[in-house]
Structures are given as structure tokens and as C-alpha cells.
């Protein structure tokens, strides 16, 4: 024995005429949108770098100790805490905490002014790599390099 079933019920706006649809997409094909008007593609945004990678800058932690940096401006040089050191090359260079980086006669001098006890780490970058994210500060006759965070357009 069956038991009777009825028919689905009908999805709503099933019975609208076709006239219509095609009518509403028609006037709205021959409109252009402005530039102000226009809506960005939420799916291509992306959100802002936070952190450049330690592979990204060619980032190393030196020795302190007999540093000697090679002859030229390839490299630039943040002196740092040990123990901050090996966190920025795990989790890379953060961009918001303005990161100072010297050149490498500076370095030397700042490295000269530190208490020999302190455990000081050099994180050595290539400077063409971070080119983009640095923004040239003086501090008294010295100039010295901070990474900031910039958005693309900056760039």
C-alpha cells in the first residue's frame, strides 16, 4: 500500500514573464560605471605585508665578535639582541617596528660603543632587497636606514 504523495510545492517567482528579465538586463548593459562608482574586486585584495621573509632579504646573524663586513654597499646591518636576532630570521623582518639598519662602517662604530659582555647579533640583509621598505633617517651626522611598512602604490 502507497502512501499518496502530492506534488512539490512551486518555487516562488517560477511564473515571472521572460519579457521582463530580458528587458531589466538590457538597460543595464548600455550603462558604463565611473570610476567612483565602481566597486573594487574584494577577491583580488590583499591585505598588507606585515613581514618581509628572512629568505625574501637575504637575512643572516652575524658574530659580533671580529666582525669585518666585506668592501661596498651590497649588505646593510641592524645591531640587535641576540635572542632578537634569531626571532626576526624565524618569523622574518617585521615591517611595523621600524627596524634600523647602518651601513657597515656604522656598524662597526656602533658595535665599538657596546659593552663587550652584551650579547649583540648582527642581522645582515641585502639592501636591494629591502630597498622599497627603507626610508633614509640622519641621526646627528649619521645616516642610517628604517624599514617601514609601505602600501604598493608608495613603493
Known amino acids: 500500500m502507497g502512501a499518496r504523495r502530492s506534488p512539490p510545492p512551486a518555487l516562488p517567482f517560477d511564473d ?27 577577491l583580488d585584495w590583499q591585505p598588507p605585508q606585515t613581514h618581509l621573509s628572512a ?10 665578535i671580529g666582525f669585518r663586513p666585506p668592501s ?3 649588505f646593510l646591518y641592524a645591531v640587535l639582541d ?9 618569523r622574518g623582518l617585521p615591517l611595523e617596528d621600524r627596524l634600523v639598519f647602518l651601513e657597515a662602517k ?7 660603543e657596546l659593552p663587550p659582555e652584551q650579547e649583540t647579533g ?14 633614509t633617517h640622519r641621526d646627528g651626522d649619521k645616516s642610517c636606514y628604517v624599514l617601514v611598512a ?6
Open 82 to 90: 641576540l635572542g632578537y636576532a634569531r626571532t626576526i630570521l624565524e
Open 16 to 42: 515571472l514573464p521572460q519579457q521582463r528579465a530580458l528587458k531589466a538586463s538590457s538597460t543595464r548593459g548600455g550603462r558604463t560605471l565611473s570610476p567612483e562608482n565602481s566597486q573594487p574586486d574584494l
Open 106 to 112: 656604522a656598524t662597526v662604530n656602533a658595535l665599538s
Open 55 to 64: 629568505e625574501e632579504s637575504d637575512a643572516q646573524i652575524l658574530e659580533a
Open 122 to 135: 648582527i642581522l645582515r640583509v641585502r639592501r636591494r632587497l629591502i630597498q622599497s621598505w627603507l626610508e
Open 150 to 155: 609601505k602600501q604598493p602604490s608608495e613603493g
Open 72 to 74: 661596498g654597499e651590497a
